[in-house]
């Protein structure tokens, strides 16, 4: 049976685990440029996990700016086969309150200009995003929370905007009224690169803040953000300390069968592809394309 690679995508504090074995370092090369920053190999519980901090250590990339598609590239390159994001968000909801984590089931994009896809011409694939995140991946994040006694939602509605900047009265009224749960900035291509290459994904978010339609805490500053992200980065780390053993070193495939979406997902022609952006999907896309 294969081995579960955990992939963890969040702040670079989240390897900091109790028992936690760091056995390598990696600087990866891929096509589409740099990841983030050095991912950090290591063995907690017997199962294999690679960290990768979104933003860069000390928090330099901005949300618009992170490389998305080398960040998965290389995760897949060194062998993840399923990626947990841990990212912060506001809430759209009284009872979603800061402190609390909400593990998001559904997106809306509201991002703008950010390659969103590892495909395009010379290589056109169609995956389904109908079910954005691994349901069994999920599961088990949904239920270390409540083992490692974090107040948590089981599913929730993610809109991806922009940024960096936070957003208007209006927008906040307007994403409440559609029915949206949070609100980040980096859930979006994440989660759509991430089934592109095959890997299941799950997302914690990570509540900080009302965003700014709670009229009682007022506006969101990053002053009040960072008053939360301390005890929620605390709650992360005992999150994966309950998660990680329920994973287990011998992999249990996707219910959904993410692993194989793009048998189906390739639309073009092979007389029509292009050599080089064959050469670039070597990791992402080199189970299909051989």
């Known amino acids: 049976m294969a081995r579960t690679v955990l992939a963890v995508i969040g702040g670079s504090g989240l ?12 600087d990866v090369d891929t096509p589409w440029g740099a990841p983030s920053d050095t991912i950090v190999e290591g063995e907690y519980a017997g199962v294999r996990l690679l960290f990768l901090p979104r933003h860069g250590r000390g928090h330099f990339i901005s949300p618009s700016e992170v490389p998305y598609r080398a960040n998965i590239d290389a995760l897949k390159r060194l062998g993840a086969t399923d990626v947990l994001s841990i990212s912060s ?10 402190g609390t984590f909400v593990v998001v089931d559904q997106y809306v994009d509201r ?14 694939a169609h995956v389904s995003m109908a079910q954005p995140v691994c349901e069994g991946l999920s599961a088990k994040v949904f239920a270390a929370c409540e083992a490692a006694g974090v107040t948590a939602f089981e599913r929730g ?28 900035m980096t859930g979006m291509p994440e989660a759509k690169l991430a089934r592109e290459a095959e890997l299941p994904y799950a997302c914690c978010a990570m509540i900080t803040d009302y965003d700014c339609w709670h009229e009682p805490s007022g506006a969101v500053d990053v002053a009040s953000v960072l008053k939360v ?37 390739l639309i073009t022609a092979p007389d029509k592809r292009d050599p080089a952006l064959l050469a670039k999907l070597d990791a992402v896309a080199g189970r299909v394309l051989g």
């Open 111 to 124: 991002t703008k200009g950010r390659p969103s896809s590892f495909f395009g011409t010379g290589l056109v």
């Open 15 to 26: 390897y900091d685990l109790e028992g936690l074995e760091v056995t390598a370092t990696h």
């Open 157 to 184: 509605t993610y809109l991806a905007m922009e940024g960096p900047q936070f957003g208007t009265l209006a927008e906040s009224n307007l994403y409440r009224a559609w029915g949206m749960d949070v609100v980040g």
């Open 89 to 98: 968000c506001g809430s759209f909801r009284e009872e979603m309150a800061p």
């Open 229 to 265: 992200m301390g005890r929620n980065g605390e709650n992360a780390r005992a999150m994966l300390r309950a998660l990680i053993p329920t994973i287990g070193p011998e992999r249990t495939p996707s219910p959904a069968g993410i692993e194989h979406v793009l048998d189906t997902a």
